[in-house]
């Protein structure tokens, strides 16, 4: 057989090699969007899944303390839970109670009231913050939130809000 | 397109050029040549179970995110896997319904090697570490089964560990170890998560990787009824041309297991309570119904011994005869022909599948 009839029995040589190339593109389109639905398929799932369930917010807007205003003595503190958060109850020791979030604004720690500085501290990075709940020195950027208290009767009951 | 390509080709060649795996693997798949001829469907089943296992492997490390292993919280966590956790209930069921498949898949590959004699001389060490790996997947599926901590699976195990019990002299000591205690208790539970998550998938691994490398060393094996036909079978290479029915294989198999999964989801039942009388029906999985029930037949003393005891006895020794069946298999060795073992074979299959209808077939009460 020679190079001519070879030709022959496979066709005009430019013409059926453009076929051959453009048909296996198209094949190897549809190949690949078929591994790549595969692909997301398998993927999607597993990122959803990874990815945990938002949690339910906590809806609580105000809690009453199970503690009496009049057991809150003067310069010091207590955390208590916020909802699913720490806040801490401090009496300042002119006499005033105040609530704030307890959770450090530098990096998420819980704080604690120290009586000796009359301060609020973070023990994670030595932040303080003072009886308004403003940062004043250390690596916390932003004050706490504060809370609002209310004394009704015997009872201490902490709320969302502005504090007035 | 063509630049992407070639860029990607670049890449590979430079890891090519320092790491080498991927070259040496080209390679000896490309080298690697697979027979064509009848009984060829069968070479599927090692892989599909590979795959299943892959699967495994993969959903099972997911689980792990959302599992507490504990008495107290393992029910509760995985209630909150299955209707909180995006696509919780698919991934569970997932993990389910592969894990079936995977010991269905394991029993089909096992039967074939035997009834095709496939552990003939080299491939004796190919079969003692697949009789291996069949023993690990089924413990595997015994350790798992407690892991949600419900009614059913408590009394399964229960019943299952008493089973160990009764073997005579080490029985008690036996139980003890694998209940960490007297009775099926949080203990039980947090020992089959270490087994379930650590050991035994350590142990699939090492001998895996010697089963596949062994398989790999010896080729495919060629039926002695095929061998001694006239003209050798034709071949196909490994790569691309068996890896690509391959993945057709196992593309079916994960379209079927998200149908299975989609369909019917796993069922999580009520939690466990030890105080709570057994429900009625309790039964093992399906693949150690065939034990269950012949245990059923036995009477309670034969020859002095618990007829509980002795059928384990009796099952610790097939297991072991099948194991050894390269090594008594003496005339295929010695490459006579000889059809005692695939008889063997076949009235194993037909126990097992007679034993397991009718342990569905009759009523709990029966």
């Known amino acids: 057989m020679d190079g001519e009839e070879v030709r022959q029995a496979h066709g005009p040589r430019d013409g059926s090699q453009r076929d051959g190339a453009s048909r296996r593109e198209v094949v190897n389109w549809i190949l690949g969007l078929g591994a790549g639905g595969v692909a997301a398929a398998v993927f999607y799932p597993i990122v959803r899944y990874i990815v945990p369930p938002e949690e339910a917010q906590s809806a609580a807007n105000s809690v009453a303390l199970s503690v009496k205003p009049e057991d809150v003595k003067s310069n010091s503190g207590q955390i208590f839970k916020f909802g699913n958060k720490p806040a801490i109850l401090i009496r300042t020791p002119t006499g005033d109670l105040r609530a704030f979030t307890a959770v450090c604004t530098h990096l998420g720690c819980i704080v604690e009231y120290r009586a000796d500085l009359s301060q609020i501290w973070c023990p994670c990075h030595n932040g303080h913050y003072n009886l308004q709940g403003i940062n004043v020195s250390g690596p916390p950027p932003k004050p706490l939130t504060e809370y609002v208290v209310n004394v009704q009767g015997d009872r201490i009951v902490v709320s969302r809000g502005q504090a007035g | 397109?063509?630049?992407?390509?070639?860029?990607?080709?670049?890449?590979?060649?430079?890891?090519?050029?320092?790491?080498?795996?991927?070259?040496?693997?080209?390679?000896?798949?490309?080298?690697?040549?697979?027979?064509?001829?009848?009984?060829?469907?069968?070479?599927?089943?090692?892989?599909?179970?590979?795959?299943?296992?892959?699967?495994?492997?993969?959903?099972?490390?997911?689980?792990?995110?959302?599992?507490?292993?504990?008495?107290?919280?393992?029910?509760?966590?995985?209630?909150?896997?299955?209707?909180?956790?995006?696509?919780?209930?698919?991934?569970?069921?997932?993990?389910?319904?592969?894990?079936n498949l995977m010991i269905f898949t394991l029993f089909i590959h096992m039967f074939s090697v035997l009834l095709l004699r496939a552990y003939r001389a080299p491939r004796e060490m190919t079969w003692f570490t697949g009789v291996v790996l069949l023993a690990l997947g089924l413990t595997l599926g015994f350790t798992g089964y407690l892991l949600p901590w419900n009614e059913l699976s408590y009394f399964a195990t229960t019943v299952g560990t008493r089973i160990v019990g009764v073997v005579p002299w080490v029985g008690q000591f036996l139980l003890g170890v694998l209940r960490g205690g007297n009775d099926v208790t949080g203990a039980t539970l947090t020992r089959f998560y270490a087994l379930h998550t650590a050991v035994l998938p350590?142990?699939?691994?090492?001998?895996?990787?010697?089963?596949?490398?062994?398989?790999?060393?010896?080729?495919?094996?060629?039926?002695p009824e095929v061998e001694s036909e006239e003209k050798p079978p034709r071949s196909i290479p490994f790569l691309p041309d068996f890896a690509l029915r391959d993945l057709v294989g196992w593309l079916a198999a994960l379209a079927v297991l998200a149908a299975l999964a989609a369909y019917f989801p796993a069922e999580l039942g009520k939690k466990a309570d030890p105080f709570a009388s057994a429900p009625v029906g309790i039964k093992p999985e399906w693949y150690f119904m065939f034990m269950f029930q012949t245990l059923k037949y036995l009477p309670a003393y034969i020859l002095g011994f618990e007829g509980e005891a002795v059928g384990i006895l009796g099952f610790?020794?097939?297991?072991?005869?099948?194991?050894?069946?390269?090594?008594?298999?003496?005339?295929?060795?010695?490459?006579?022909?000889?059809?005692?073992?695939?008889w063997l074979g076949i009235a194993m299959i037909v126990y097992i599948v007679t034993l397991t209808i009718i342990g569905y077939a009759v009523s709990p009460k029966g």
Request: charged share 15%; glycine share 10%.
């Open chain 2, 202 to 223: 350590a142990l699939v691994f090492l001998v895996l990787g010697l089963h596949v490398y062994l398989v790999q060393r010896h080729g495919m094996s060629v039926p």
């Open chain 2, 1 to 99: 397109m063509s630049g992407t390509n070639s860029r990607l080709r670049a890449l590979r060649a430079w890891f090519d050029d320092r790491v080498g795996i991927l070259g040496e693997m080209e390679r000896l798949g490309k080298k690697k040549r697979v027979p064509l001829h009848r009984h060829t469907i069968w070479y599927y089943l090692g892989g599909m179970t590979l795959f299943l296992f892959i699967v495994q492997v993969v959903t099972g490390v997911l689980l792990l995110f959302y599992y507490r292993p504990n008495a107290e919280g393992a029910y509760e966590s995985i209630q909150f896997l299955m209707t909180d956790v995006h696509f919780g209930w698919l991934v569970r069921s997932i993990h389910h319904w592969a894990a």
């Open chain 2, 316 to 342: 610790g020794l097939a297991g072991l005869l099948l194991f050894l069946v390269p090594v008594l298999d003496r005339p295929s060795v010695r490459g006579q022909r000889t059809r005692l073992f695939v």
